[in-house]
C-alpha cells in the first residue's frame, strides 16, 4: 500500500531571472530545480520564469506572472508550486493566500530530499535541525497552510504536529539535539586524533552533487557506498580503507554533495559532518565533465572549501565519466587533474598511482637497515609507510628498506635511538 507521502506529486516550477545572471546559468539552474523535484518524488509539469530588476518583496513575482501562474494551476491542476529561491516567510505566507496551493521553496526541497536521504542518527538529527531553524520563523499562519499541505513533498522530517507546537517548544527541541550532536562531534574528534596519532593517511572526495564520488569510492574502496542518478543519493558521510599500488593503506571519505544556493541553514546543521574535509591530508575534487554546467559547479565547491578553511589541502582534480563527456570539454584548473571513468579499471589504477604520488610528496623520503630480529618494526613499517624496496643484505644480515613516511614517524624515531646509522635521509 503506497503512502501520501510516498506518491509522485506534480508540481509546476517558478524561477525570478536577476540582472547579473545570464539566460544559460539561469536555465541550468531551472533544469537543476527539476532535478531536485524528481529527486523529492515529484514531476515538473511546467515552469514559469520571469525577468526583474529584483524580486518582488510580497509575493517574488509581479502581479501579472503570478496572475499567468493561478491559471497554469487550474489547468494542470497541480499538487505544488516550488519556487527557485528562499523565500521570506510573508511571501510564502501571501503566496499560499493567493494561489490556495501548497508553496515550496528551493531551500524546504533540499530539505526534503536531505530528510529522505538521511540513514544514520547524526544525519537525521542534522537534518531535523536544519528543518528546525527553517521553520522557526515561520511559525505564524502554520495551522493554515499545514492544512492545505496534508503530506508530500516538504513536509517529511520533524512532522506537522511539530510545526503547530509554539516557539519555546522548538527553541527547546533545537538546543537539544544540539546537545546531541556535541556528543557525536567530540566522539568523531576522538576518533580523528587517534588516526593522526597513528598517522593514518586520509583522504576526502568532494564534489558537487550527482558528479559521480560514490560509484568513485566504490570502486577506489570495494566497498557498497549507496549510488543512484539522483542529487544528494549520499548523505551520511562514510569512511573506508584504499590499498594503494605499493600496498600501503589509507582510508577515505565520501562526503555530502556540495550544490549551488545550499541553504546556510543546512551548511550549519552539517558543519561538524563537513570538518572531515578540514581534517584530510589530501583532497579528490570530482567533477562531472558531461554536465554542460561543470564550470559554475566547480566554482560551487571551491567557494564552500574556502569557507571551510580547506584551501590549503593538497587536491587533485578528477574530471570523471570521460566516456560521456562533453565535445568541448576542456579542463579548467590550474593544479593537477586527471580525466577518468569511474568504471575503467585502468583509470582506477591511474588515479591510485596519482594518490600515492601526491602522499609522497607529503612524506619524507628514508633508507633503513633492521635486523630480522626486529620483526614488529618490519610489519610497522609495511603498514605505515610507502615501501619502494624492501631488500636482505646477506652480507651484513640486515634489511635495508627505502620507501616514504610522515616526518618524525614513531617507528622510524625509535630505530634512530637504538641505532645511530640506521635511518637517514635519501
Known amino acids: 500500500m503506497q503512502n501520501d507521502s510516498d506518491k509522485i506529486e506534480h508540481a509546476v516550477l517558478v524561477g525570478c531571472q536577476l540582472p547579473g545572471?545570464?539566460?544559460?546559468?539561469?536555465?541550468?539552474?531551472?533544469?537543476?530545480?527539476?532535478?531536485?523535484?524528481?529527486?523529492?518524488?515529484?514531476?515538473?509539469?511546467?515552469?514559469?520564469?520571469?525577468?526583474?530588476?529584483?524580486?518582488?518583496?510580497?509575493?517574488?513575482?509581479?502581479?501579472?506572472?503570478?496572475?499567468?501562474?493561478?491559471?497554469?494551476?487550474?489547468?494542470?491542476?497541480?499538487?505544488?508550486?516550488?519556487?527557485?529561491?528562499?523565500?521570506?516567510?510573508?511571501?510564502?505566507?501571501?503566496?499560499?493566500?493567493?494561489?490556495?496551493i501548497k508553496i515550496i521553496d528551493r531551500t524546504q526541497l533540499i530539505l526534503d530530499i536531505f530528510a529522505q536521504r538521511a540513514r544514520t542518527r547524526e544525519g537525521k538529527l542534522q537534518v531535523e535541525l536544519a528543518q528546525l531553524n527553517y521553520l522557526l520563523p515561520r511559525l505564524s499562519g502554520q495551522g493554515i497552510n499545514l492544512s492545505r499541505q496534508g503530506g508530500g513533498i516538504g513536509t517529511r522530517g520533524p512532522g506537522e504536529t511539530q510545526l503547530e507546537t509554539d516557539r519555546r517548544h522548538i527553541r527547546t527541541k533545537i538546543h537539544d539535539i544540539k546537545m546531541q550532536l556535541n556528543l557525536i562531534v567530540k566522539h568523531r574528534e576522538r576518533y580523528r586524533d587517534r588516526r593522526k596519532k597513528n598517522h593514518v593517511f586520509q583522504a576526502a572526495l568532494v564534489g558537487y552533487t550527482n558528479a559521480g564520488k560514490s560509484t568513485l569510492f566504490n570502486r577506489l574502496t570495494e566497498s557498497s557506498s549507496y549510488e543512484e542518478n539522483l542529487l544528494f543519493a549520499t548523505l551520511d558521510p562514510m569512511t573506508r580503507r584504499m590499498?594503494?599500488?605499493?600496498?600501503?593503506?589509507?582510508?577515505?571519505?565520501?562526503?555530502?554533495?556540495?550544490?549551488?544556493?545550499?541553504?546556510?541553514?543546512?551548511?550549519?546543521?552539517?558543519?561538524?559532518?563537513?570538518?572531515?574535509?578540514?581534517?584530510?591530508?589530501?583532497?579528490?575534487?570530482?567533477?562531472?565533465?558531461?554536465?554542460?554546467?561543470?564550470?559554475?559547479h566547480e566554482k560551487t565547491v571551491y567557494k564552500l572549501l574556502d569557507e571551510l578553511e580547506a584551501e590549503q589541502i593538497p587536491i587533485l582534480t578528477v574530471y570523471n565519466k570521460k566516456d560521456q563527456q562533453l565535445i568541448d570539454f576542456s579542463p579548467s584548473t590550474k593544479e593537477k587533474y586527471l580525466q577518468i571513468s569511474a568504471f575503467s579499471e585502468n583509470d582506477i589504477e591511474e588515479l591510485?598511482?596519482?594518490?600515492?604520488?601526491?602522499?609522497?610528496?607529503?612524506?619524507?623520503?628514508?633508507?633503513?637497515?633492521?635486523?630480522?630480529?626486529?620483526?614488529?618494526?618490519?610489519?610497522?613499517?609495511?603498514?605505515?609507510?610507502?615501501?619502494?624496496?624492501?631488500?636482505?643484505?646477506?652480507?651484513?644480515?640486515?634489511?635495508?628498506?627505502?620507501?616514504?613516511?610522515?616526518?618524525?614517524?614513531?617507528?622510524?624515531?625509535?630505530?634512530?635511538?637504538?641505532?645511530?646509522?640506521?635511518?637517514?635521509?635519501?
Open 21 to 100: 545572471m545570464d539566460d544559460e546559468h539561469f536555465a541550468y539552474s531551472m533544469e537543476e530545480l527539476a532535478s531536485l523535484t524528481k529527486t523529492a518524488s515529484g514531476k515538473a509539469l511546467v515552469q514559469l520564469s520571469q525577468k526583474r530588476d529584483r524580486r518582488h518583496p510580497a509575493t517574488y513575482i509581479g502581479k501579472g506572472k503570478l496572475e499567468e501562474l493561478s491559471n497554469v494551476l487550474e489547468e494542470t491542476e497541480a499538487d505544488v508550486v516550488i519556487f527557485n529561491d528562499e523565500l521570506s516567510p510573508s511571501q510564502n505566507r501571501n503566496l499560499s493566500n493567493a494561489l490556495n
Open 352 to 426: 591510485k598511482k596519482q594518490i600515492e604520488q601526491s602522499l609522497k610528496e607529503l612524506m619524507k623520503p628514508f633508507m633503513a637497515e633492521i635486523p630480522p630480529e626486529e620483526g614488529k618494526m618490519l610489519s610497522q613499517l609495511k603498514t605505515e609507510a610507502i615501501i619502494d624496496s624492501f631488500l636482505f643484505d646477506e652480507v651484513r644480515e640486515k634489511y635495508v628498506i627505502k620507501g616514504y613516511a610522515w616526518p618524525f614517524h614513531p617507528v622510524l624515531e625509535t630505530y634512530r635511538k637504538d641505532n645511530k646509522r640506521g635511518t637517514e635521509d635519501v
Open 243 to 296: 590499498q594503494l599500488p605499493s600496498g600501503y593503506t589509507a582510508l577515505i571519505t565520501d562526503t555530502v554533495g556540495f550544490i549551488q544556493d545550499l541553504p546556510t541553514t543546512l551548511v550549519a546543521a552539517f558543519r561538524s559532518t563537513l570538518e572531515e574535509v578540514k581534517e584530510a591530508d589530501f583532497i579528490l575534487h570530482v567533477v562531472d565533465s558531461s554536465n554542460e554546467d561543470y564550470l559554475n
